[in-house]
């Protein structure tokens, strides 16, 4: 068992190097005819930055595999120069941890289960959702790995859904019951990490409730996307980071090493916007080798391992898709102007998913508050040593990688992937006034206190996002759009035969129990119907749009019918 992660990674490595030489030696048009032969109905967006196969993509696909071929080696080489993991011996532990403090683990699950269930029930799927099931974890297993038309397409996630069986539906509920244990096992780290580093079990338990009920980690624990498997692998790297320099003990700390290059290549194959938790890994080195006085070779080995494993991964979405797909496409191209314009720029980009959308309006003034006093309470736990400083050292590297990477790639990132940052600044403010108060008080009513605004705390984060999760989620009203397409999908006579453009797809998912719907240009047979998105142009051949005329409209979505009904 000791040997069988070395085993898959060297089949892997086997497997990689094989494709890349079949890649180098066979043509592009065969190629492209074995690819289609797959199943060549699929998502094609017209833009430059993505064409599958093209002949641009091919002479770069030969050079990235050539450069595989040469990096193959080297990985190999730095993994056994990387200190030994003792991964059985770390899970014990763990499980010790849970042994002693079962109550407390259960609690925290019940807590955050129940809430979770009801909102996986009741909130309509988001166009994200069906989009990634439709055309990403819901394809054949070749197009999951090697598509990126969008960054939608998180592929480390999309992975695991694609195992999931059944219909659209239920392969979208699947997908959020597996994003939902991502979200668990994230809780159960988290606890089982401040059990560890504080005497006081009951602010351990709080501070888990509280930051695990952080706007984006909680609204994503339960939706089909990777965001709650992303949140997860960043704090794994966070806190290996964290155990290889802030813990002056002797101990064995291979596992450590492990578990950060782990969580930097499955992040990044997650999705590439792991790229802002590499920037606080870069910068907490800094601040360590500054603080600490020391930079441990094993480390360099472990970060090498992670550039490059986070290379590899990528290169069957390179070789098909194209560099460009990850770096040309619009919604990452960065933007000249916003250089110069940052700051005027990211509070409003960023503030109002990040605080606005986290916590209601008329108690902004307590959030600044909270803020203000979390600070003053940092600043006197640094002045007496406590944690040594390195509590308030997580965040500030975590928001400072945000500010600068965005300064750099010229573009901001969405709100919604930024549930780390919130969550450990929640918490570093929330931990630091209770071991302050901690400290200042220590008579049995402080324990009851606590617990009574950690639950005032909770019961508004739940009250509020339970009215405002449908529509700031994802910026969009996703009940009213279930209910636009279901009400106009009982119009059309019972099986009707109705074609979907390429941005029409959540009719796949709400509007095909009545009709009988077909997907993407290259399933257009000239239906009775056609159901085009406002954003896009009439896509069937001219020659047979002449045959349809307007109807009218549900919503974002225009309707045609031919001229003869058939």
């Not at 496409?329 to 005027?344: C, F, G, I, Q, T």
Request: proline share 4%.
């Amino acid at each position: 068992m000791k040997r069988l992660p070395n085993l898959l990674l060297l089949l892997s490595g086997v497997v990689l190097s094989a494709g890349c030489m079949l890649y180098l030696v066979t043509d592009r048009s065969k190629l492209l005819q074995w690819y289609d032969s797959k199943g060549s109905c699929y998502y094609r967006m017209k833009s430059p930055a993505f064409e599958v196969l093209s002949a641009d993509v091919k002479r770069q696909g030969n050079i990235i595999c050539i450069a595989t071929l040469l990096m193959l080696p080297v990985f190999f080489l730095l993994l056994r120069r990387c200190p030994a993991a003792s991964w059985h011996k770390t899970i014990q532990s763990f499980l010790q941890i849970v042994r002693r403090n079962l109550l407390l683990f259960t609690g925290v699950t019940l807590a955050l289960l129940l809430p979770q269930l009801y909102w996986l029930c009741a909130e309509a799927f988001a166009t994200d959702e069906v989009f990634s099931a439709l055309n990403f974890s819901g394809q054949p297993l070749l197009y999951t790995l090697t598509q990126y038309p969008l960054p939608n397409n998180h592929i480390g996630f999309n992975l695991f859904a694609h195992l999931i069986p059944g219909s659209l539906t239920q392969r979208i509920y699947g997908a959020r019951v597996l994003a939902m244990l991502f979200y668990l096992v994230h809780a159960w780290l988290l606890l089982g990490v401040l059990l560890l580093h504080l005497k006081d079990r009951s602010l351990a338990f709080w501070s888990t409730l509280i930051g695990m009920m952080v706007f984006m980690v909680a609204g994503f624990g339960h939706q089909a996307r990777g965001y709650s498997l992303l949140f997860l692998l960043g704090f794994a790297a966070t806190y290996s980071l964290y155990r290889i320099y802030a813990t002056g003990k002797q101990e064995d700390k291979g596992i450590w090493y492990g578990i950060l290059a782990v969580s930097n290549v499955a992040g990044m194959f997650v999705a590439p916007s792991f790229l802002y938790i590499t920037g606080f890994e870069v910068l907490y080195i800094l601040a360590g080798a500054v603080l600490y006085r020391r930079f441990p070779r094993a480390l360099l080995y472990s970060l090498c391992l992670s550039a490059i494993g986070s290379a590899l991964v990528y290169v069957p979405v390179m070789c098909v898709s194209g560099v460009q797909a990850l770096t040309g496409n619009k919604y990452v191209k960065p933007d000249e102007a916003l250089r110069s314009h940052l700051w005027e720029n990211m509070p409003g980009h960023l503030g109002v998913y990040a605080f606005e959308h986290s916590i209601s309006l008329p108690t902004f003034t307590l959030c600044i508050l909270f803020s203000v006093s979390a600070l003053l309470c940092g600043i006197w736990l640094l002045y007496t040593k406590a944690l040594k400083g390195s509590l308030l050292l997580l965040p500030a590297c975590h928001l400072l990688s945000v500010i600068l990477l965005s300064w750099l790639l010229g573009h901001l990132p969405y709100g919604r992937i930024l549930g780390l940052q919130m969550q450990l600044l929640t918490l570093s403010c929330f931990i630091c006034i209770g071991i302050a108060i901690g400290k200042i008080e220590r008579n049995r009513f402080s324990g009851f206190l606590s617990a009574l605004c950690s639950v005032a705390v909770l019961w508004g984060m739940f009250l509020f996002y339970g009215r405002w999760a449908d529509t700031r989620l994802y910026d969009q009203d996703t009940n009213r759009h279930k209910q636009v397409i279901t009400e106009r999908a009982r119009q059309f006579p019972p099986n009707s035969q109705v074609w979907l453009s390429e941005e029409s797809f959540m009719w796949m998912a709400y509007g095909n129990s009545r009709i009988n719907t077909a997907y993407l240009p290259c399933h257009f047979s000239g239906q009775s119907y056609l159901v085009f998105s406002d954003n896009e142009d009439l896509q069937p051949k001219p020659e047979f749009i002449a045959q349809y005329r307007p109807l009218d409209t549900a919503g974002d979505y225009r309707i045609w019918v031919r001229k003869i009904v058939r």
